[in-house]
């Protein structure tokens, strides 16, 4: 069972942990990250959820992972990375861009550019969370996420302009 430290709203530890699925109460949060993996050639991984998964069953995203207890997000971007689709990345490669507090979820989310080289092709997936892979162009990247009607506003317009000043 996954253990996962329990933050207030300013993101700091309350000294609490939960299992997934947990009913937090108001003011507690969960930590999440969205890992946005491109290659030198600017373009993007996607993943197919399982159909299995609660949130977006079958649907395409980006690496979307719980922190587990003891871990800071960055950590759990490399670890989530590497078990969703066997992907070993460099800490050095990860870049933070933002967070994001989803209140109606009790969500913390940190979202990481991750440029690496990669062949969609020789990835290895965690079948119970993803079925399939794809790659996107810099502009397929920038219209998927204007079309993220799942998530809010202004994380749609905040990662339309990130994804729009990487070169």
């Known amino acids: 069972m996954e253990l996962f430290d329990i933050?207030?709203?300013?993101?700091?530890?309350?000294?609490?942990?939960?299992?997934?699925?947990?009913?937090?109460?108001?003011?507690?949060?969960?930590?999440?990250?969205?890992?946005?993996?491109?290659?030198?050639?600017?373009?993007?991984?996607?993943?197919?959820?399982s159909y299995d998964k609660a949130f977006l069953p079958g649907g395409w995203d980006v690496v979307l992972e719980h922190v587990v207890a003891g871990e800071t997000s960055k950590d759990g971007t490399v670890r989530?990375?590497?078990?969703e689709?066997?992907?070993?990345?460099?800490e050095n490669d990860v870049r933070f861009v933002g967070r994001m507090i989803w209140e109606e979820y009790h969500h913390i989310v940190d979202i990481y550019f991750v440029k690496t080289d990669f062949a969609a092709s020789e990835l290895n997936l965690q079948r119970e969370e993803v079925i399939g892979l794809k790659t996107v162009s810099k502009a397929e990247m920038q219209e998927f996420v204007s079309n993220m009607h799942y998530r809010p506003e202004e994380y749609r317009r905040i990662m339309q302009h990130e994804i729009a000043k990487l070169t």
Do not use: C, P
Request: net charge negative; hydrophobic share 35%; no cysteine.
């Open 80 to 83: 989530g990375i590497k078990e």
């Open 7 to 49: 933050l207030d709203r300013d993101g700091k530890l309350t000294g609490l942990t939960a299992s997934k699925g947990t009913q937090l109460q108001d003011g507690q949060y969960y930590l999440g990250v969205h890992a946005y993996i491109f290659n030198y050639s600017m373009e993007f991984l996607l993943q197919q959820r």
């Open 85 to 90: 689709v066997g992907l070993d990345v460099n």
